[in-house]
């Protein structure tokens, strides 16, 4: 697949310290601000995932269009919603989208990374216990160009941050 024909793809995800980002399909860590957060950056745009984290939803998000990755034949999902069987067919599924994003799970986080250009990340500043990772970035190859650090409070249990990385263009 040619990477250059399709839009700027963002990876967006929550990690432990210890890049742990679920355990047993499901989230670890309630916070609030990071939801809305997701909720606001991915509303009107394509979400690629695969099949275990779409089953994770109750039912699809409102006002986003759900690409889901998974190798079962005749996977049935709700109208609306597209499936497809690799990552490059899910990108050529987004091409009209100035803005799509990369969801999860782990195994599509590990496909999709060399592919996007962009990473919103939420470090959760603990380490969890968890039996789904996210891959490492490596800084050779990624920039930060912004972090906003957010304290634990009443509404959240513990400290984390924001951070936007940018794959770097001149990568020597």
């Given at each position: ?84 069987n690799s990552i ?41 216990d968890g039996d ?41």
């Amino acid at each position: 697949m040619n990477t250059k024909n399709h839009p700027p793809l963002t990876v967006i995800v929550a990690v432990s310290e210890n890049q742990v980002i679920g355990k047993d399909n499901d989230l670890i860590w309630d916070l609030s601000i990071d939801l809305k957060r997701f909720k606001t950056l991915t509303s009107g745009h394509h979400m690629i995932m695969g099949r275990k984290t779409f089953e994770s939803f109750p039912k699809p998000l409102p006002n986003r269009t759900h690409i889901v990755i998974t190798r079962q034949k005749n996977y049935r999902v709700p109208e609306g919603v597209v499936v497809v069987n690799s990552i490059e067919k899910a990108i050529e599924a987004v091409v009209n989208d100035e803005q799509p994003y990369i969801i999860g799970g782990g195994e599509i986080y590990k496909q999709a990374l060399p592919y996007a250009s962009i990473i919103e990340l939420t470090r959760v500043h603990e380490n969890f216990d968890g039996d789904t990772y996210f891959p490492e970035i490596d800084l050779n190859q990624w920039e930060e160009i912004k972090r906003e650090r957010i304290s634990k409070d009443e509404k959240h249990a513990c400290d984390f941050s924001f951070i936007t990385y940018k794959r770097q263009t001149n990568i020597n």
